[in-house]
């Protein structure tokens, strides 16, 4: 049997998906991360074994493919035996501001990578200060993970090179990324899915892994996301309901607004067009918990309006419909009672969602036509009923809730999977 592990390295820890050559799942796995605020390279190393003898033998034993997702624009420097070399600057780590602004000077007007969060950004801001005389590459988190694999770094996808500056319609490194100080370290690009190397002898070795296990290019984990949901046609969305709020459109036509957070990345002959907001279920998690969410959910009416016009935020600063690292938190006022304070919650969420979407469609995107649902919000059926009414086209789960599914089928298809 030829079976192909996806493995997801997310906000709060790490998640397998093993598919046999059908498509039909075989195990699932998942390990937290002690510290989700504070996650370092090393718990990513330790994650990935875990989740790697845990495997059962016979499945180890049958693995043809890997391949791994990771949270976008988190990044370190590494040497040449893939030590990190700087820190590790997470995703929503917004610190290269200055950085930002420099690179305006350098990049096209409006480029994707001139954001205090883009991984250019953090790339100067570390090469700044770090090791940089024992650098040997800069690396994506899926780089790093799959170089921990393969036994050698300096390798990423056209999906995590996105936001470092890459073209990805040309596909290439612009000619201005040459003016950006240490820009030889800034690695290879291949595309997501295509084969790297054969996977190390001795991680075979010490977990059973079939030797001959080709080890394949990662992408993002809202894309592998993307791709496990099963939208094919162009209109076609998947929001991601966890932390934040993740928008990903098919659509035939590019469409780039650094101004407003937008951005898209190639997806086979289309574009996957969207953004990301900081707003989610972590603000929701700041009040509820998950049992107090499903009770209080089932007594809103989700077709009727709040009065409350909430944008709710986990702190200050918002990325996407608009983009405004000082925009405060509106939650107030908070009424007395709880539903109608999560009414207004789940509302103001759903807007901002709505409008997401209006803003992709406004900057010439194909218009949406139906939106399938990923993360831990995608279960709450009154929320779907309230966003389904807001977005004014049919709203439903996605076929599969795990990024790390979409990861095993890149691993499987070794591209962009054709969706059956």
């Not at 036509?369 to 779907?384: D, I």
């Amino acid at each position: 049997m030829n079976l192909y592990l996806g493995l997801d390295f997310g906000t709060t820890g790490a998640r397998a998906s093993v598919l046999d050559a059908d498509g039909a799942i075989v195990h699932e796995d998942r390990i937290a991360f002690p510290d989700a605020e504070k996650q370092a390279p090393l718990d990513w190393r330790e994650a990935l074994l875990g989740l790697l003898r845990r495997l059962p033998a016979s499945v180890a034993a049958q693995l043809q493919g890997i391949a791994v997702a990771a949270t976008s624009a988190t990044v370190l420097l590494c040497d040449d035996e893939l030590e990190p070399v700087s820190p590790a600057l997470l995703y929503s780590d917004s610190r290269a501001r200055e950085e930002a602004r420099q690179l305006e000077q350098l990049a096209p007007p409006g480029h994707t990578a001139c954001s205090a969060a883009s991984g250019l950004a953090k790339f100067l801001w570390l090469s700044r200060r770090a090791d940089i005389a024992h650098a040997a590459c800069f690396m994506h988190q899926a780089d790093w993970l799959t170089g921990m694999l393969t036994g050698s770094g300096g390798v990423t996808d056209y999906h995590n090179a996105l936001k470092t500056g890459y073209d990805v319609e040309h596909l290439c490194w612009p000619d201005w990324i040459k003016h950006v100080p240490h820009s030889h370290l800034l690695p290879r690009v291949v595309a997501p899915g295509s084969t790297i190397a054969k996977i190390r002898p001795v991680i075979a070795d010490y977990f059973g892994v079939n030797p001959a296990c080709t080890i394949h290019a990662g992408t993002t984990d809202s894309i592998a996301a993307f791709i496990a949901a099963g939208a094919r046609e162009p209109g076609e969305a998947v929001t991601s309901l966890g932390t934040t709020i993740v928008l990903k459109l098919l659509s035939e036509n590019r469409v780039e607004a650094a101004q407003f957070g937008v951005y898209s990345h190639r997806y086979g002959n289309l574009w996957l067009a969207g953004g990301a907001s900081n707003s989610g279920g972590g603000v929701l998690r700041q009040y509820f918990n998950d049992a107090q969410l499903g009770e209080l959910s089932a007594q809103i009416d989700p077709g009727s309006d709040s009065p409350l016009d909430y944008y709710p935020l986990p702190r200050p600063g918002e990325r996407f419909p608009v983009n405004d690292p000082l925009l405060a938190p509106r939650v107030a006022p908070r009424p007395p009672a709880d539903v109608p304070f999560l009414h207004g919650l789940l509302q103001g969420l759903s807007r901002i969602e709505a409008a997401g979407y209006a803003k992709l469609a406004e900057l010439g995107a194909t218009p949406l036509k139906s939106v399938a649902t990923t993360g831990g919000g995608a279960n709450n059926e009154t929320w779907r009923k309230m966003r389904e009414r807001l977005l004014g086209v049919p709203v439903s789960l996605a076929q599969h809730p795990e990024a790390a599914f979409g990861a095993a089928m890149l691993a499987r298809y070794g591209s962009i999977p054709r969706h059956e």
